[in-house]
Each structure stands twice: as C-alpha cells, then as structure tokens.
C-alpha cells in the first residue's frame, strides 16, 4: 500500500501516517518532535576483511554492484555535486536494469534534468520511488500518479536526519568523486572534474552499509584532503568520465539581468540596510537564484559604503561570493555546494573558503548547528500564502517543480527573507492557501516583491524599524490584492485526492501532502 | 475580408502575450481550442473572456485557436478583436472597464526627465514598465512595431492605456509618421493618453495636422483632459525647422530629438561625445526655450554601458536639456541622478527657499539672504531646483520641518 491512514497535522494539511508500508509521524510544531533512544548504526565491518595493500580497486561499477550484493527492493543513494552534470546514478540504473533487479529506491541527496533517462526504469518497476527532489521530466512523472511508491521529499538536513533515525537504511551508497585513491579516500576540490566538495555524501558514506566511490582520477594514496574517509569505504572503481564539471553551473546560478528581479535584489539591500539587519561582521546565507545573487552584489555595495566586512557567508558559493572573500569583504565561506567553478577553485586554494556539510550546517539531530546562527537568510518560493507559510516545491498548477534542498534548514536563520515577483506569467505569487505547504509562516518574516514589502505581523521589531525609512511597506493582503487586480483571481488547480508525494519537516515529521495532478483532457 | 484571422506572438522568449487564429464557421458554435501554461488556473477565465468577445462582435459559429503565454485580460482582448475584425469590417470596439487611475490629466510643465520606450506589440515589457519609475512610459506604434504587426498593435496599445498600470508616469504614445499615425490616434485619443510624440517632424504642418485630427476627437468623445504633443526632430530639415516646430501649437509641451536619423541623415556616424550632433542639439535646445518649452535629448542605446550613459547626461544637462528617452528600465535611475541637481546647487536653493518663506511669513516684499537681495527669478529657480531634488530622491520631502534644515535666526 502507497499510503494509509490520513490525519490531520499541526498545520491544518491532512497527511498519511503510513507511507510505503513504513510508519511515519505528523508534523507536531516547530521544535516539538524530538525523538528518544540511540542514532542508528550501520553493520559492524572489521578491517580484516579488506585488502591489507588498501587497494580496494574493482573492474568496473557493475562489478562493484554485484560484489555490494544488488538485490531487488535496495535503497541506492546517491548525491548531486555534480547537479545536472551527474553521470553516475543513470549507470548505476542501467546496470540494476540490465541485471534484472527490481523494486529499488532511489535516494539522492537531489535530483536533476539529466536524470529524466530514468523514467523507463520508473516505469518497468526497477526503481520503486525516489525519496530526494523531483524536478521536471521526474516531477511530472511523480504529480501525475505514474510512480510505483510514494515519493518523500526532504531538506538536507532532513535527509541527514532520516539516515541517522535508521528511517531510510542505505543498502549501497555511490559515490561520485572527482579525486579518489584505492583506499577510497576522495575529494571534490581536484581532478579534471573538480566539483569543490563531496558534503551530500558524507552521511552516505557514514551510515550506508556498502559504499562505492567512483572516480575518474584515480592517485596514489593519500588523496588529501579526504572529504570522504577511506576507512568507510568498501569498493573504489575508476570510470573514464565522472560528472561534467561544467554542467554545475545551471540557469539559477548566474546573475539577473531583468530589471524587474534587479528591482526586487536592490529593494532587499536596502530593506537590510534600513533596519540595520546588515552591520559589520554580519552574516547571510543567499540561494542560487538569479536575485539572490544579485542581492550579494547589493550588499557588497553596502559593505565597502561603510567599511564593513561580513564575518561569514553560508553559501552555495559562485563567481560573486568567490570575489567578495577574495576583495575582504567576508571573512569566510561556510561552503555547503559549489556553484561553480570559480568557487572550485577557491575552495582548493583558500583556507577560509571552508566546505561544510548538512552535518554542520542543518543536522537536526546536532548538538545544535550553523543554520541558526546566520543573520540573514534570502531564498526564493513557488508560493506563499496571507500567512507567510511558503511552498518551494510545487507549481501553482500542482506539479513538482523543485527540491526543498538546504531551504527548510536556512529557515532557521534569524531573519528569512523572500524576495519574489508579485506573479510570474501571470501566475500570483502571493495566495489565499499555498498548494504544497513547505514551511510555516512563523519561519518567513519578510516578503519583498517589485510592489512593494510586506512584514509578518510577528516581527513588530522590523515593522517599527521601517516606519520611517521611506520603503513601500504594504500588509501581505494588500500585495496579493494587488496581483490580483492585474492577474485576476486564478482558479483553484483540479486536483485529485490521491496522494503522490509528502513533504518532511527537518525533524523527520509530514508536513504536507503532494496531490496527483489531473492531467489535461482527463476529467 | 479574409476568412482566418490571426494576431498576437508566439515562439521561443515569448511571454505574457497569446497568439488567436479565428475562423468564422457557419456551424457548430464556438470551438476554442485552448493551449496556455496557465490553463488549470486561468483556463477557464480565458475562454469567458474569448466567449464574451465573439458574442459582442455577434458571431455565433466560429472555431478558435489559442496560445497563451499567460496573457493578462486586456491583452487577450486586444488579440481577440485584432484576429476577429480581420475577418469583417465593423467599427465596434471591446473595450474592458478603464482602470480610474488611467484617466488623470498631465500638466503642461510636469517633469518629464525620463520617458520609457515599450514596443508598442510586446505585452510582456509593458506589464512592469511603471515601477521603474520613469516619468513617462511611451507606447511606441512607429519604430519599434514591425510593418506586419501594425494594425494589431493598435488595439493593443489602446488596451494597455485603458488597462495597464501606469503607477503615475504620463501615459505617452508614439504614433506613425503621416496618414497611419492620423489613423493611429483614433485609436489612443478616446482613451486618455496624456502625450502624442511625432517621429520625424519637418515643419509646423506636420504638428497642425495631428493636433486638428486630436482636437476633433476630443470633441467627437468628449475628452476634456488635454492631450500634449512632444514632436521629435530627426533630420537636418527639422533641425532647421525647430523654431517654427516648437511653436506650431499651444499644445506642445517639449520637443525631442532623434539623433539615430538626424546622423543617418547628415552621414555621419554616431558619436559618445556627440560632436556631430552639437549644432542640433543647441538649436532644439534654443528652439525650446525661446517659445517656453521642454527641449528633451535622444536616446542613449548602449543599455550596459551606464558610465557612459551617465556622462551622457551630464553633458546633456549642460547643454540645457530637460530629459532624454530610455530604451531599457535600468538607465532611468542614472538619467534622474545625472539631471538632477548637485548637492551644492541644493544647498544654495534651500537658503534662499527659506529666506523667501521668512519674508512671506513676515509680509516683507523684497527676499533678502545675508546682505544680498534676491530677485523672484532666482527665487523660482530655487523652487524647481528643490522640486528636481525631492522627485529624484536628493532632498526628503519634508526636509523643511527636519531641525537640521533650519538655519540661524529662524526660531
């Protein structure tokens, strides 16, 4: 059974308690689930039963499966350094179909346009479900009803979290590593496929109970720096090609160029300037969207202004944050991923380029974590609703259209912004009700768009900031009023009951459930 | 009449537009084929709206095709009516509810510093235009519209004045040269632009023709808000003319030039520092002022150099300009910086501003700062000069009331 017995949660969205035949809990409130006993463990491995030489080098990937025992209903996982450059998991597909293997489920730490080739194997029953980020070809597969189990989605930290629950129990994690020696030490940072750092993969590498690193740079031991450790490591394989480095840069990762969305980076400069969220030795985290980046830019300006350097930058680290740490003007960069290849190259060479992982950045079962500690946190939303609960993962229409990725644990920050275009093709951003509910509202505390900025009614303190710094400040109603009135007020989306898809909160809990679009003509 | 018509964009880096094919049918009723991005969430909105057009042009049988990129209302309709009055030959408009923000008058002096170009056939660079904040945002039918596409443009520039938000910049149109832009203002007159720019003005009879063709519409629909001209000067001819230009009608409020013709014209190319150009400039500056109008500056087309823009401008400004168009949302900032006062022009005009509000206050009638005497025509300058320095964001509006501001001997 895909799912059973539905209840109702603490944000008001009916959610299933069993999913894919496995008990799961209702999102409770921020802070409220925190469950009891020890982490899990993987099995016990003893050195003895590994080559003394450390030379754990096998012929080829599907040699390295088959020795990681492949068997039908498995969890692969996988991890997305190499975003839409990834060569490795639609191989490691090839070969389970090739071998006749069903059931299996895929677990990456985020999915990609190049992994619409795995379809077909959706479809035959070779992979079951994905747990991870379904975007494009995938999420339309997903929203559609087309897939065999549920679909889970989940933060970083939340993926991190799961593993260390024992919630999802990796059978075999692959590895793709731009660096690698046969022990199976590797790194992200050198290699003609240099990717920065391997972070996704490290809770892979800790808790699966097989682990294949792949390489396509394959050096004499040591590989330093060993972002991954070889003493977790069971088998290492050399393949000619690993990922293509320069597929890491995607559309969300350069820098506007539309007035509208520079409107909107400037008008949240100036929104942090004018309430002195931004001061020396600040810190920010901002996403990989075209705004958010430009808003780096705008804050860069109000650094040098005034003589001011940010103490750090959580990042998604590209071009603008590289340059920014290079001219002084932070002091480091707490790196989760690299976006692309100028922050690479500045994380081999710059000591205070630092990569992190969602260990130290969201891990929910931490002894607390970076996330809450960042001044000013900048994302982007599909949606958001009159009372600031947001959605990042679903069309308007319904469909799945993003990842949550690092979204949900950056929420933790001490001020969320959102800048976003009061509609998109006609679409309001701003709605009565979101489709998918990602996040309560008491986590988003401002909403920038080109009409103007709206304050959740929680943070007196910025609302009595801005009373006088001349910035258009409107109520959330007033903004979505306004869309409206240019857009009309859209329909609701046909969906049907059916249950495709739920959404984690970071502590493990379901927050909301994704819908089975009904697709066109069909009635 | 043909039997198929069609109007609106589509393909690769189309958006917020839809293209209609209409074809009158002698059975069946309305067919709509629908295909659009925003079909689960306006789909049914768009075929009312399709349903409510047929019906106003009464046709019964007709089968459509349609293909939205999320067209806002005023922009189907436009596509709609353009698509069905290809195909018979009535004179009945679709018109949907004006926006009231949409009816306000401009005043002969207004501020017109910056004045935004929209390709008069682009729905999707229209919707957003006003919050950049231009002073004027200009419907472009001339230029910027390709010969094909000019009847169906016309409808939908009538739409946007009547429906798109303005955000309080002057709602401008920029018509064809000739008969076609005498046609093209019975179609933006009726609906209250503010402003009609002339392309390639030669002589005052190029201006009396369109202001008679304007001041009979007004009549015929009633239209008591005036409705400026802004005639561009692009040519050696006009450059020559500019005088008897400027002062064809009462109605022209400034007067533009276009340097992309007027260099094509004298065969010469172009140039950052403007050489070329500087005996025409001078003479629409002169021109302008003489008969106590605006003289306004060309265009500045590289968008991505700002640097230059900016140094553009200031030497503009010196020249004695009063504006210059934009071609992209981003150079409107640099072009009211760059015109608006300096800080020690500011400074100056606060001081007399306030000596002249002293001696208001104690009904004396000569102003005085210091031990100089001020005659009212600096007073005036000053007045402007602040007016300039608070719409460009130099001088807060109430800079009077702020302590700061208030300077020795006032209590």
Same mark, same amino acid.
């Given at each position: 059974?895909?799912?059973?017995?539905?209840?109702?949660?603490?944000?008001?969205?009916?959610?299933?308690?069993?999913?894919?035949?496995?008990?799961?809990?209702?999102? &409770?409130?921020?802070?409220?689930?925190?469950?009891?006993?020890?982490?899990?463990?993987?099995?016990?491995?003893?050195?003895?039963?590994?080559?003394?030489?450390?030379?754990?080098?096998?012929? $080829?990937?599907?040699?390295?499966?088959?020795?990681?025992?492949?068997?039908?209903? &498995?969890?692969?996982?996988?991890?997305?350094?190499?975003?839409?450059?990834?060569?490795?998991?639609?191989?490691?597909?090839?070969?389970?179909?090739?071998?006749?293997?069903?059931?299996?489920?895929?677990?990456? $730490?985020?999915?990609?346009?190049?992994?619409?080739?795995?379809?077909?194997?959706?479809?035959?029953?070779?992979?079951?479900?994905?747990?991870?980020? &379904?975007?494009?070809?995938? *999420?339309?597969?997903?929203?559609?009803?087309?897939?065999?189990?549920?679909?889970?989605?989940?933060?970083?930290?939340?993926?991190?979290?799961?593993?260390?629950?024992?919630?999802?129990?990796?059978?075999?994690?692959?590895?793709?590593?731009? /660096?690698?020696?046969?022990?199976?030490?590797?790194?992200?940072?050198?290699? $003609?496929?240099?990717?920065?750092?391997?972070?996704?993969?490290?809770?892979?590498?800790?808790?699966?109970?097989?682990?294949?690193?792949? /390489?396509?740079?394959?050096?004499?031991?040591?590989?330093?720096?060993?972002?991954?450790?070889?003493?977790?490591?069971?088998?290492?394989?050399?393949?000619?090609?690993?990922?293509?480095?320069?597929?890491?840069?995607?559309?969300?990762?350069?820098?506007?160029?539309?007035?509208?969305?520079?409107?909107?980076?400037?008008?949240?400069?100036?929104?942090?300037?004018?309430? *002195?969220?931004?001061?020396?030795?600040?810190?920010?985290?901002?996403?990989?969207?075209?705004?958010?980046?430009?808003?780096?830019?705008?804050?860069?300006?109000?650094?040098?202004?005034?003589?001011?350097?940010? +103490?750090?930058?959580?990042?998604?680290?590209?071009?603008?944050?590289?340059?920014?740490?290079?001219?002084?003007?932070?002091?480091?960069?707490?790196?989760?991923?690299?976006?692309?290849?100028?922050?690479?190259?500045?994380?081999?060479?710059?000591?205070?380029?630092?990569?992190?992982?969602?260990?130290?950045?969201?891990?929910?079962?931490?002894?607390?974590?970076?996330?809450?500690?960042?001044?000013?946190?900048?994302?982007?939303?599909?949606?958001?609703? %009159?009372?600031?609960?947001?959605?990042? %993962?679903?069309?308007?229409?319904?469909?799945?259209?993003? *990842?949550?990725?690092?979204?949900?644990? /950056?929420?933790?920050?001490?001020?969320?912004?959102?800048?976003?275009?009061?509609?998109?093709?006609?679409?309001?951003?701003? +709605?009565?009700?979101?489709?998918?509910?990602?996040?309560?509202?008491?986590?988003?505390?401002?909403?920038?768009?080109?009409?103007?900025?709206?304050?959740?009614?929680? +943070?007196?303190?910025?609302?009595?900031?801005?009373?006088?710094? *001349?910035?258009?400040?409107?109520?959330?109603?007033?903004?979505?009023?306004?869309?409206?009135?240019?857009?009309?007020?859209?329909?609701?989306?046909?969906?049907?009951?059916?249950?495709?898809?739920?959404?984690?909160?970071?502590?493990?809990?379901?927050?909301? $459930?994704?819908?089975?679009?009904?697709?066109?003509?069909?009635? | 009449?043909?039997?198929?018509?069609?109007?609106?964009?589509?393909?690769?880096?189309?958006?917020?537009?839809?293209?209609?094919?209409?074809?009158?049918?002698?059975?069946?009723?309305?067919?709509?084929?629908?295909?659009?991005?925003?079909?689960?969430?306006?789909?049914?909105?768009?075929?009312?709206?399709?349903?409510?057009?047929?019906?106003?042009?009464?046709?019964?049988?007709?089968?459509?095709?349609?293909?939205?990129?999320? #067209?806002?209302?005023?922009?189907?309709?436009?596509?709609?009516?353009?698509?069905?009055?290809?195909?018979?030959?009535?004179?009945?408009?679709?018109?949907?509810?004006?926006?009231?923000?949409?009816?306000?008058?401009?005043?002969?002096?207004?501020?017109?510093?910056?004045?935004?170009?929209?390709?008069?056939?682009?729905?999707?660079?229209?919707?957003?235009?006003?919050?950049?904040?231009?002073?004027?945002?200009?419907?472009?039918?001339?230029?910027?519209?390709?010969?094909?596409?000019?009847?169906?443009?016309? @409808?939908?520039?009538?739409?946007?004045?009547?429906?798109?938000?303005?955000?309080?910049?002057?709602?401008?149109?920029?018509?064809?040269?000739?008969?076609?832009?005498?046609?093209?203002?019975?179609?933006?007159?009726?609906?209250?632009?503010?402003?009609?720019?002339?392309?390639?003005?030669?002589?005052?009879?190029?201006?009396?023709?369109?202001?008679?063709?304007?001041?009979?519409?007004?009549?015929?629909?009633?239209?008591?808000?005036?409705?400026?001209?802004?005639?561009?000067?692009?040519?050696?001819?006009?450059?020559? !003319?500019?005088?008897?230009?400027?002062?064809?009608?009462?109605?022209?409020?400034?007067?533009?030039?276009?340097?992309?013709?007027?260099?094509?014209?004298?065969?010469?190319?172009?140039?950052?520092?403007?050489?070329?150009? @500087?005996?025409?400039?001078?003479?629409?500056?002169?021109?302008?002022?003489?008969?106590?109008?605006?003289?306004?500056?060309?265009?500045?087309?590289?968008?991505?150099?700002?640097?230059?823009?900016?140094?553009?401008?200031?030497?503009?400004?010196?020249?004695?300009?009063?504006?210059?168009?934009?071609?992209?949302?981003?150079?409107?900032?640099?072009?009211?910086?760059?015109?608006?006062?300096?800080?020690?022009?500011?400074?100056?005009?606060?001081?007399?501003?306030? #000596? @002249?509000?002293?001696?208001?206050?104690?009904?004396?009638?000569?102003?005085?700062?210091?031990?100089?005497?001020?005659?009212?025509?600096?007073?005036?300058?000053?007045?402007?000069?602040?007016?300039?320095?608070? !719409?460009?964001?130099?001088?807060?509006?109430?800079?009077?009331?702020?302590?700061?501001?208030?300077?020795k001997g006032e209590r």
């Open positions: 059974m895909k799912y059973d017995k539905l209840v109702k949660n603490a944000v008001g969205r009916m959610v299933p308690t069993i999913i894919n035949g496995e008990e799961h809990i209702p999102f &409770m409130g921020i802070g409220k689930y925190k469950p009891t006993g020890r982490k899990y463990g993987p099995k016990i491995s003893s050195c003895a039963d590994y080559p003394e030489d450390g030379n754990k080098v096998l012929s $080829s990937l599907k040699d390295a499966l088959i020795k990681a025992g492949l068997s039908d209903g &498995m969890t692969i996982s996988t991890h997305h350094h190499f975003r839409d450059g990834d060569l490795i998991a639609n191989q490691i597909f090839d070969i389970a179909h090739e071998l006749g293997i069903k059931n299996l489920r895929w677990f990456p $730490s985020a999915s990609f346009p190049c992994h619409a080739h795995l379809i077909p194997y959706l479809e035959d029953g070779t992979i079951n479900h994905i747990e991870g980020s &379904m975007n494009g070809a995938l *999420g339309k597969f997903c929203s559609e009803g087309k897939m065999a189990g549920m679909g889970i989605l989940r933060s970083h930290g939340g993926r991190y979290q799961a593993i260390q629950d024992g919630e999802v129990k990796i059978d075999i994690a692959v590895i793709a590593a731009p /660096t690698a020696d046969a022990f199976g030490n590797a790194n992200g940072v050198d290699g $003609s496929a240099a990717c920065g750092l391997l972070g996704f993969a490290l809770a892979d590498s800790q808790y699966a109970d097989k682990v294949i690193v792949v /390489t396509d740079n394959l050096v004499p031991f040591p590989a330093i720096p060993w972002q991954i450790q070889g003493n977790f490591v069971d088998y290492v394989v050399k393949v000619d090609r690993v990922g293509l480095p320069e597929k890491i840069i995607s559309g969300t990762t350069k820098i506007t160029k539309s007035p509208d969305r520079l409107l909107i980076a400037e008008l949240t400069a100036k929104f942090c300037e004018a309430t *002195g969220l931004i001061h020396d030795r600040f810190s920010y985290q901002a996403g990989a969207g075209g705004t958010a980046l430009s808003i780096g830019n705008y804050f860069g300006d109000i650094l040098r202004k005034n003589n001011w350097k940010a +103490r750090f930058i959580r990042a998604g680290s590209n071009k603008y944050a590289v340059e920014m740490l290079e001219e002084g003007l932070v002091e480091y960069i707490l790196d989760g991923q690299t976006f692309d290849l100028d922050g690479v190259r500045s994380m081999r060479e710059n000591p205070n380029h630092v990569w992190t992982s969602p260990f130290t950045s969201y891990n929910y079962h931490g002894k607390g974590n970076f996330a809450s500690m960042v001044d000013v946190v900048v994302l982007g939303a599909t949606e958001v609703d %009159v009372h600031f609960n947001a959605n990042v %993962v679903s069309h308007s229409d319904g469909y799945l259209l993003h *990842g949550i990725g690092g979204w949900q644990n /950056t929420l933790f920050g001490k001020t969320t912004i959102l800048p976003i275009p009061l509609f998109r093709d006609r679409i309001p951003v701003i +709605r009565d009700e979101v489709t998918t509910l990602c996040a309560p509202g008491e986590m988003i505390d401002v909403i920038v768009s080109e009409r103007g900025i709206a304050i959740n009614p929680l +943070r007196q303190d910025l609302i009595e900031k801005t009373k006088r710094a *001349g910035l258009p400040i409107k109520t959330i109603e007033e903004l979505k009023d306004e869309a409206e009135e240019i857009c009309g007020v859209p329909d609701k989306p046909k969906l049907s009951d059916e249950i495709v898809a739920v959404i984690k909160w970071v502590d493990g809990t379901v927050i909301d $459930s994704v819908f089975k679009v009904i697709e066109d003509g069909e009635s | 009449m043909k039997s198929i018509g069609f109007a609106g964009n589509r393909g690769d880096g189309i958006k917020s537009d839809c293209y209609v094919e209409v074809e009158i049918t002698t059975s069946g009723g309305h067919d709509i084929e629908l295909q659009s991005r925003v079909k689960a969430l306006y789909g049914k909105q768009i075929t009312q709206l399709t349903e409510r057009v047929l019906a106003h042009f009464g046709i019964e049988h007709a089968h459509l095709k349609i293909e939205d990129t999320g #067209a806002l209302d005023f922009v189907l309709a436009a596509r709609l009516e353009a698509a069905i009055r290809m195909t018979m030959a009535v004179d009945k408009e679709f018109l949907l509810p004006q926006l009231k923000e949409n009816t306000t008058a401009s005043q002969k002096d207004q501020f017109r510093f910056s004045r935004l170009y929209l390709p008069g056939n682009s729905p999707k660079l229209m919707i957003n235009a006003g919050i950049h904040q231009a002073n004027g945002l200009i419907l472009d039918l001339e230029d910027a519209v390709a010969p094909a596409k000019k009847v169906e443009s016309r @409808f939908l520039v009538r739409n946007a004045l009547r429906n798109l938000h303005f955000y309080g910049a002057e709602r401008m149109v920029r018509i064809n040269q000739g008969e076609a832009g005498l046609e093209d203002l019975e179609y933006v007159v009726p609906h209250h632009v503010n402003l009609i720019l002339i392309p390639k003005c030669e002589s005052a009879d190029d201006i009396k023709k369109v202001d008679e063709k304007i001041q009979a519409l007004r009549q015929n629909f009633n239209i008591v808000n005036p409705v400026w001209l802004m005639p561009i000067v692009e040519s050696a001819k006009g450059v020559m !003319n500019a005088y008897e230009i400027a002062q064809a009608s009462q109605n022209v409020v400034s007067m533009a030039i276009g340097l992309e013709d007027y260099t094509a014209d004298l065969g010469v190319s172009r140039t950052n520092e403007g050489g070329e150009s @500087f005996f025409a400039r001078s003479m629409v500056v002169n021109a302008s002022r003489a008969v106590g109008i605006q003289p306004i500056d060309s265009v500045f087309s590289d968008v991505s150099d700002m640097e230059a823009l900016a140094q553009n401008v200031k030497r503009s400004k010196a020249l004695g300009f009063d504006g210059m168009g934009c071609i992209h949302p981003r150079q409107i900032r640099v072009i009211h910086e760059n015109y608006a006062p300096e800080a020690a022009e500011i400074e100056k005009a606060k001081k007399i501003y306030i #000596a @002249f509000k002293n001696a208001e206050a104690k009904g004396l009638g000569v102003v005085s700062l210091g031990s100089k005497m001020i005659d009212p025509p600096v007073v005036k300058r000053a007045v402007t000069t602040i007016q300039l320095a608070i !719409n460009t964001g130099k001088l807060s509006e109430n800079w009077i009331t702020d302590p700061r501001q208030k300077i």
